[in-house]
């Protein structure tokens, strides 16, 4: 199985300011097709997942543009330019170029 | 909008069964390929099972494989979790996510609580 390692595991951001979240894969998560299938998930409490970033860089329709993805093969970065309260959070990266599809363990966003 | 609501959720011994639904409305559900997903906090998010558009292609994470089935009936924009011999470690809340492809994890339900326990 790829196994998907995020850190850091808790991140204490103050308003305003930016923050970045590493996933690193165990595989290169580059499909046959070209396409590297690696999502990114934000769940607020008490809410379900909510994607916000599919195939590295791309963001759903609704979501800030503060939000962005970057990365290839094993390693990836999320970052939010300016933190603002609605961010606080779990934040998951998701591989789904080889099942069994597997997440990272979450990031804990709050703020200071 | 889409919605996804799931239903069947419950408390059952080991050993037992449950059926969970997942109901989808706001999109041309026949379009989408259908996961299950789990959560616990003890191991996170797990994906369970994967269907595709006319139920052509399943695949299931080997600690269900063989006591879950997936199906769906896209007359009824319904898609459906069986879930025998259920243990312990089967407690989560399950959500059902559409996606336009089969990593695409798009739209996500609210989930449904099941426990195992006696």
């Known amino acids: 199985d790829v196994v998907m390692i995020q850190s850091p595991l808790s991140l204490p951001v103050t308003l305003g300011q930016p923050a970045s979240i590493s996933c690193r894969s165990s595989q290169s998560l580059v499909y046959s097709d070209g396409n590297t299938y690696l999502n990114w998930f934000q769940q607020r409490p008490g809410q379900s997942p909510r994607r916000l970033i599919y195939k590295v860089s791309n963001r759903d329709s609704g979501v800030p543009d503060r939000f962005s993805g970057s990365g290839s093969g094993t390693d990836f970065t999320l970052k939010i330019s300016r933190v603002e309260a609605e961010d606080v959070g779990v934040y998951y990266c998701m591989q789904g170029t080889q099942l069994p599809f597997t997440f990272g363990p979450g990031t804990k966003v709050d703020i200071k | 909008e889409v919605q996804l609501v799931e239903s069947g959720g419950n408390s059952v011994q080991p050993g037992g069964s449950l059926r969970l639904s997942c109901a989808a409305s706001g999109l041309i559900f026949s379009s989408y390929s259908i996961n299950w997903v789990r959560q616990t906090p003890g191991r996170g998010l797990e994906w369970v099972s994967f269907i595709s558009t006319g139920s052509t292609i399943i695949h299931y994470a080997d600690s269900v494989r063989g006591r879950f089935t997936i199906s769906r009936d896209d007359a009824k924009n319904s898609v459906f979790l069986r879930m025998n011999s259920l243990r312990d470690d089967d407690t989560a809340v399950y959500f059902c996510?559409?996606?336009?492809?089969?990593?695409?994890?798009?739209?996500w339900g609210q989930g449904a609580l099941v426990t195992v326990s006696s």
């Open positions: 996510i559409c996606g336009t492809y089969a990593a695409a994890f798009e739209y």
